[in-house]
C-alpha cells in the first residue's frame, strides 16, 4: 500500500476545512437573508399603516387640507430609503405622491400587490405594494389606497455587500487561509531540513511573506468595516419596525408581541398584570385648528413625559395617532389609581409652543391579566371598551373594565348598525313641542325633537342614540334629516294658515361652513322664509370652538336665521360672550324651571336669567313648565314664552294639527 505523503495529507485536510468553511458561511448567508426580509417587510407594513391612518384621519375631516396630505407623503418618502416612490390613489387615479409628475397619472391595482396578501419570504419579488380602506365623510363612505413603490436600488445595494461579503468568505478566504497555512508548512517543517545554501533565499522569502501579511491584515480591517455596515443597517432597520418614528417609543407592533410575551411569562407564574389604554382629550381639536405640525410637537412632548414617568418594569408604547398603551405590573387597585393619578398630573401640565399655551387632558380604560382577558387581542380590545365608557362619561375620566361595559358596547354597536336601515325604513320620526307666548296663551313656535320608533326596543330618545350618531360620523345624515323634515313641516303648516316658526337643535359636529349651505338650499327648495328656521345651540357647543362657532353663526345671522341659545345657565361660557353672540333667543334649562317652586336658588337664577335677557334685547323660552305655579312664578317676572307637559308633550305633526290647530283661530 502506497504511503500517504505530508503533503498530500496537509492537501487533504485543507480542501476538507474549506468546504466546512465554505457551507458554515453559505448558511449564515440564508439565515441573514431571512431576518433581513422580515425586518424589511416589517418596516413597509409599518410605514403603509402609519401613512394611512394620517391620511384617513385628514380626510375624514369636513374641510381636509391637500397641502396636509402632500407634506405626509413627500416626508414619509424622503425619511425612508426603503421606499422610492409614496403616492395616494383614488378612484384609480394618483391624486398625491412624492413624485409630481406622476399626480394625475392612472393607476391600476394590478400592477401592484395588497399589503395584507404580502409575505415575507416574497417581499424582494413585489415592487409595487398598497394597502386600501375607506374614510366616512358627512356618512358616506369612500375608498382610498396608499401605495408604495419598493426602492429596488436600495435592496440591491444592501444585498449587493451580502453577497460580496459571502463571497469573500466562501471563495477568497479559504484561498488566503490554504495558501497561509501552505506557507506555515513550508515555514515550520520543509525549510529547516533545507540545506544550507538555501538559507539567503529563504530569508528572501521570508522578508515577501510579511509583507503578504500586511495585505491580508489590510483585507481583514476591510471585511470588518463592511460588516459593521451592514450590521448598522439590519440594526435601523429592526428600529424603524418596532418604534414610532415621532415620539421613539414603542409601537403598536412592539406592544402586541411583548403583551404577549408578558402573558406567558406572568401565567406560568400566576401573577397578575395592568393594561393601561390611553386617548387624549381636547386633542383632536387643537391638531383641526392649529395644525399637524402643533399636534406632532404636543405627541412628541407627551410621549416623552410618559417615557419619564414610567419605571424599568413599565412599558408605554405608542399605537396610533393619540392613544398610548402603558404596561405596568401592579394590579392592587391603590397602586392602579396612584399610578391613574400621576399620569393626569404629568399630562395636564401646560404645553408651551412658539408662546402658546396647549391643555390636554386624558382619558383611561384600564383591563387586567387574566381576569380581563387571556390573550393580547381580548385584553386590550376590553381596555378599549373601558376607554370608550371613560371618554362618554367625560374627560379625564378612568373606567375599569367589566362585563357589563361589554354588553353595552355591543348594545351600542347594534344601535350604531341600524340607524342607516332605520333611517330609510322612516323609524326616524320628528315630533313637535308647542311653545306658548305667556301673555296670550297661545302658540307661537314650535320646537323639533327627534324620536326613534326602534322596532325592537320602541321609542329610543335622543340623549341615548344621539351620541351614538355623532360617534359614527351619522350625524350628518341625522342633522339633514331633521332640517328638512322641519321645512317640510313649515311649508305645509303655511298652506294651513298656520304661519309658524320652528326651532332645531344642531349637534356640535354640524357646526361647519357646509351647513349654510344646506339650509339655505332647503329653505330655497321649499320656499319657506329664513325667519321661520329657527337653530339652536348649547352653551358646550358654543365653547367647544368659541371663534369658528362664532363665525358660522354670524353667516347665519346675516342670511336672516333667528339663533337661540339652549340650557343656558348649565355649561361654562362666560356672560361677556352673550354680548358676541348673534342670538335672538335665550332658553332657561328645565332643570332650573322645576325647581322654582321648592329652591330659592332655582327662583334667583331664572329670576337673573329673565332680566339679564331682557337687557340685552333677548327673547326667553322657559323648558320644563309642567305646573301651574311654574307658569305663575313666569308671569310674575315677565318671561316671554314657555314649553312643558304643562301645555303638551312632544306630539307627531298630525296628531298636533288635530289637537291645537284645528280649534285654533288662524
Known sequence: MKRLNISTFFGILLVIITLFYIIRTFYYYQVTRQDVQDIIYQSVRSILLESQDRIKDELSRDEPHPSTIRNLITRISTNNDLVSTLYFVDNNTIVFSSKPQLIGKQFSLQKGSPLLEVSAENIFDTPILYYCDTYYKQGTEYPFCVTAEISQTFIQKLFYDKMKHFFIFSTLIPILL??????????????????????????????????????????????????????????????????????GLPNRNFMQNYIDAKIHEFAKSNHNFTLLYLDLDNFKQINDTQGHDVGDIILKEIGSRLQKLSNTNEVIGRIGGDEFLYFTPHCKEENILKLIEQIHQCISKPIVYQSHRYNVGVSIGIAQFP?????????????????????????????????????KLLHISELEQQMEKSLIAGDFKVYYQPQIEVKTNTIFSMEALLRWDHPTYGIINPDKFIPIAEQSGFIDKLGYYVLEQTCKTIQKLEKLGYPLSISVNLSTLQIRPALIEEIDTLVSQYAISPKKLHLEITESILMENLEHTIQILQELHTRGYSISLDDFGTGYSSLAYLGMLPISILKIDKSF???????????????????????????????????????????????????????SQALPLDELIKTYFSTQTK
Open 371 to 407: 381576569q380581563d382577558g387571556n390573550n393580547k387581542v381580548l385584553l386590550i380590545k376590553n381596555a378599549d371598551i373601558a376607554l370608550y365608557e371613560a371618554k362618554h362619561t367625560g374627560r379625564n375620566h378612568h373606567i375599569f373594565f367589566n362585563e357589563k361595559l361589554s354588553n
Open 593 to 647: 324651571t322645576l325647581n322654582i317652586t321648592t329652591e330659592e336658588t332655582a327662583r334667583t337664577l331664572v329670576r337673573s336669567i329673565i332680566i339679564l335677557a331682557h337687557a340685552l334685547n333677548l327673547k326667553v323660552v322657559a323648558e320644563g313648565v309642567e305646573i301651574k305655579e311654574h307658569l305663575d312664578f313666569l308671569q310674575k317676572y315677565e318671561c316671554d314664552s314657555y314649553q312643558g307637559y304643562l301645555f
Open 178 to 247: 490554504i495558501l497561509l497555512i501552505w506557507w506555515l508548512i513550508r515555514r515550520m517543517i520543509i525549510i529547516p531540513i533545507e540545506s544550507l545554501e538555501n538559507v539567503i533565499k529563504t530569508n528572501s522569502q521570508t522578508s515577501s511573506s510579511f509583507i503578504f501579511l500586511k495585505e491580508i491584515d489590510d483585507l481583514s480591517l476591510t471585511l470588518k468595516s463592511t460588516f459593521r455596515r451592514i450590521d448598522k443597517q439590519v440594526q435601523a432597520l429592526e428600529y424603524m419596525a418596532h418604534h414610532d418614528m415621532l415620539t
